[in-house]
């Protein structure tokens, strides 16, 4: 343990509306906690520079799950644990369910937390990349009011949010739209469990007469943000399944992405591995 | 010097005893167990959040003390590997553990234990598929998780110990 | 030999405490008045020390502070030679090499303080691979950067090549390899005016730490006492290095006055403290036609790191292990330790042969390969009998059936029939399966003259109720020495197992009985354990208090009235080397081990071309060992050693950047999961031997040494990838299968 802890502060609010006021007082001096799991680490290490959190981790209103006709509503406190407990959740959004089944142990899962995930925006996150196939929108909450925005445009560079200072994720929405897509998530890590992505594929197409009705393709650990690989997707939507497709679509994923060398893989390999779940997709969706 | 923050009460259960701690709100509750609890069965391999020696059960949920700041067990009801047997009796894992070959070292037996526990409680038969994910986010050095796997299915079946 | 307790698996003596969290590691300890230590390390590789400050706005007269200049006695880690300082003085040699020791009663505070000490190191030229270190582009150590040097000579290898069927050459490689025991280093020492130095740690030979903590301060042995705390895992990690935290514990408690705890967090244990050693080897071996091996020349190089510690045994080992348990009348092994700029590399399970069985193995499979033999074919031609002499000439005097191991263990895993249906299912998959395997041998205990030299003894001696205590220093980390102590000390006297007492390893209570390594302490150590077991009982014999068919309760009533008769009931039991055992350490020839396991590993793999990630799927262990005296320990030492064997193949990559590894977190420098391993399959054969108790041989380091070779050798059946470099990461891999592709 590499930190002065003595030096940290944490309040815990009773309330939202008690959170939101803490972190819009002194903006960009408070910032929200949730689950830790990131976090702690940092502070374990001795890299931790940032001294004052909000404990937001007993704001219950921010860990339902909500269905309603168009749309599951999952509040951004809601852990891992609880998105796979979630019947209608893990079988209407499969990915985001086998993303929270590859997050860490079970240990993790229980306290990691989808806001936190999202806030922490490592590119290597498991979950954006299933928010991003399903078009999540993200509802983002301060004392001034709420916005939303699609989660496509949170991400704008390597740990950089579109987020203003003194606000706090309150909610992920994901449209129910996925009747008759087939879901395919492929986390390639450094082992079996809890392992840190190399690659992150999460991807959900539907055929109409044998042609790419429509395609989602979204990649994490490939790039300073996890993205949706739009001119791959272009490629493909309305192609036959042929794998003539194939080596087109694998050419544009690859200068869609970005990889780098890092400790952990290198470019190359993800950038081959990319290539080759793009084709293991195809052949999933051609069942 | 960098500067104090204030210490906070907290009021917790840990094992069954209610407890009040006056800490510093980011000690890690792995720290406040060993240290100001006396409650050194709780073990550190990590740090990181990585190897599970320091879980222990929250509300009945399996958590690494090495990544929950003290402020967040205000109110929780914390289960230790002390608490997991009463002191004179064992556990069916815990005697498992002792004659399948389940501890080597030990170090990461109380997190074992544990995850044993919060797994059987969620799958009292559990496959052995749900057994190797329910002790993934545990790392064993010494047995090579063999011996751990033959424990849990011995204290399921509560099996007579090996010749 | 019918026993009633040796081939039971009586539960582990200890295990209750550790089942309940109650057993006590070093950092469960607290003292009155003790504080805490940090090491503060260079972040440079090579260079001179200028300066060292204290900055930051810190309270500098709270701490204790040591550095070089203060140490009173040698400012040397002893060891093998007096190379390595305690503390850097002048010059520093590796990343991490420890500088200053700080000391305070608030451990949060010490990190703060441990960052603002700056040292000024003006660099100097740094060097980090093997290659460099054997071209000598810097000298870093002596006058040549090496540590030691052998060279085995059988036969007449150059009489060979010239009429040789086929030649075939290879390289290999193999990487560090992190201990990763899950409890971390640590330390605590107290110095009193009563007891003089002690010190209680995680640790696996107590006297090593001993024989170091004397010169350091000029202290006589009875004056420095060591103390074995229950240690979370060792696995050679722990043999050497706990000196050096002992030593730095110590001098600030003596200059403090204070006992000190030292307690390694994960990052910097990685970072600092031992590794495997990297390797290289070059293999030359002559073939005829059906694979008979004429000749084998093999060189063979280990990475020291910066100072000498343990290189010399450990290149000892991987050198008498080079050429494996095959017949072959030529054999040449050139081998050397040499010095890198990192921090010195050390003890782990295997030991140095890890590593040259890998490139033997691998080397024997591509042979087969290129002479158009199935690979078991080519071992079968070539594997060693009862007669045959091994590389360093020593004639196997036991019954060796190499030929049998490998039929069960094919028949266990199914080899034949996965190998015929994989070649047949693998055009068809992207997802390509294999079957490999290894065939090996491990020497147990000191090599050659090394058990004479360390004369181990240990003590028993018997209390008036009649319990057996026994005095050794063998050490328990999770392996079972405990329990098989008091498996081999109740069969001897014919008691229960709760009516031996295991003493903890405290230097001033149990004698030294060598360190708890090198696969001994079964096979050296418990015949130590039975002879004192026995000494007690012929006493009681001699006296008269006894006869000889007794009943527990007897001996008991016996204990008792010898006591009060003749004082004390005790005995203690030495080394003999066995008669007949013979070692020429300047030829280095004869027999360098008293006895070998034999052992065949297959794995199954299964590799996904699209990621190059690799799965076992199923493991077989085949192995000799003598004796089985708990089965269950037994086969958690082979499991176990299995799992670390696969992270040595496939997952353990330490990622260097001028001598210091920068993936030193859990998160960052991957061990297999309950995921990652499969399903393990243990077989035990047993053919006595009579220098062990009950006919135990040792088996601690024996899954190290084929399990990656055996995965390996499955990864090039089911993909044709010429694998010749450990960690097959799968980026490596990638690599591979693009160029067999293309």
Known sequence: ?287 | MPDRASKIRVHCRVNGQAVTLEVYPMTRLLDVLREQLGLTGTKEGCGEGECGACAVEIDGALVNTCLVPIAQAEGAAILTIEGVADGVNLKAIQEAFINYGGAQCGICTPGMILAVTNLLARHPDPTDLQIREGLAGNLCRCTGYTKIFESVVAACHRAERPA | MKTRVIGKSVPRKEGREKVTGRARYVDDLTFPGMIYGATVRSAVPRGRIRGIYFEGDIPWKEFTVVTAKDIPGKNCVTLLIEDQPCLASEFVNHPEEPIVLLAHPDKHLLEVARRAVRIDIEPLPAIFTIGDSRARRRVVWGDDNIFKSFHVEKGNVDSVWAAADRIVEGDYETGAQEQLYIEPQGMIARFSAAEGLTVWGSLQCPYYVHKALMPLFGLPKDRVRVVQTETGGGFGGKEEYPSMIACHAALLAWKSGKPVKIIYDRAEDMAATTKRHPSRTHHRTAVTRDGKLLAMEIDFTIDGGAYETLSPVVLSRGTIHAAGPYNCENVRIRSRAVATNAPPHGAFRGFGAPQSVFALERHLDRVASAMGLAPDELRRKNFIGEGQSLAVSQVIREKVDMGRLMDRAFELSGYHEKNNLFAETNARSTIKKGVGFASFLHGAGFTGSGEEYLASEVAAEATRDGIIRIFAASTEMGQGTNTIFSQIAAETLGLDCNRIEIIQPDTAAVPNSGPTVASRTSMIVGKLVEAAAHEIQNKLFKSELLEPDYAAADFSRACNRYIEKFGALASLAKYEHPLGLHWDDQRYQGDAYGAYAWAVYVAEVSVDTRTAEVRVNDFVAVQEVGRVINPVLAAGQIEGGIAQGIGFALYENVVWQEGRMVNNQMTNYVMPTSMDVPRIRVLFEEVPYAGGPAGAKGIGELPLDGTAPAIANAIAHSTGADITRLPITPEALMEMLEATHA
């Open chain 1, 1 to 287: 343990m590499r930190s002065f802890v003595a030096a940290y502060e944490m309040e815990t609010p009773s309330d939202l509306s008690a959170a939101l006021e803490r972190l819009s007082r002194e903006p960009g001096d408070w910032k929200p906690f949730a689950g830790g799991t990131d976090l702690m680490v940092l502070l374990e290490a001795g890299k931790l520079a940032h001294r004052r959190f909000v404990n937001i981790w007993n704001l219950e209103e921010l860990r339902r799950i909500e269905v309603t006709p168009g749309h599951i509503t999952v509040g951004s406190l809601v852990t891992y644990t609880q998105v796979r407990g979630h019947e209608t959740l893990s079988r209407e959004f499969s990915l985001l369910a086998r993303a929270a089944a590859e997050t860490g142990g079970i240990a993790t899962q229980n306290r990691g937390t989808l806001g936190g995930n999202i806030a922490n925006a490592s590119p290597a996150a498991d979950s954006p990349p299933a928010l991003l196939a399903y078009d999540a929108q993200i509802e983002l909450l301060s004392t001034s009011g709420s916005r939303w925005l699609p989660y496509r445009s949170f991400h704008t560079g390597y740990k950089k949010m579109n987020m203003r200072p003194g606000e706090l994720i309150r909610a992920i929405r994901l449209p129910r739209a996925t009747d008759g897509w087939k879901h395919y998530y492929r986390k390639v890590g450094t082992r079996r469990a809890q392992a840190i992505s190399k690659v992150c594929f999460a991807a959900a197409g539907r055929l109409e007469d044998g042609r790419i009705a429509d395609v989602r393709i979204a990649l994490g650990s490939v790039a300073p943000v996890p993205l949706r690989a739009v001119e791959t997707e272009t490629l493909l939507r309305g192609e036959k399944l042929a794998s003539a497709a194939l080596p087109a679509a694998q050419a544009a994923l690859a200068g869609e992405i970005a990889p780098i060398d890092d400790m952990r893989s290198t470019a190359r390999y993800r950038r081959r591995v990319a290539q080759n779940l793009l084709a293991e997709f195809l052949e999933v969706l051609a069942g």
